[in-house]
């Protein structure tokens, strides 16, 4: 699916105009997409493959944007016990 969006002629020549268009594009994307993953509409696999990045370079993404993985201190107490097990 491909989306539109359309400003107004001053805006887009304070973002730059054409010359900075792919730029805009892909900023345009990630915004829609993030907001997507904060709603819960999309999951990180999801949004990796719109924006066509690599795990690790997902969670650096994701970072930048100020999206952290929720992870208590129970999943913490749980992780230890499973390399405890596995003799680590």
Do not use: C, N, W
Not at 21 to 44: K, S, V, Y
């Amino acid at each position: 699916m491909q989306l539109t969006l359309q400003l107004p002629d001053d805006l887009a020549a304070h973002l730059g105009g054409e010359a900075v268009h792919h730029e805009l594009e892909r900023r345009a994307l990630e915004a829609f997409a993030l907001e997507e993953l904060r709603a819960g509409r999309i999951t990180e696999p999801q949004l990796r493959k719109v924006l066509g990045l690599a795990r690790i370079q997902l969670d650096g993404f994701l970072k930048s944007h100020g999206v952290y993985q929720d992870y208590s201190l129970e999943d913490f107490e749980q992780e230890r016990l499973a390399l405890k097990e596995l003799g680590f």
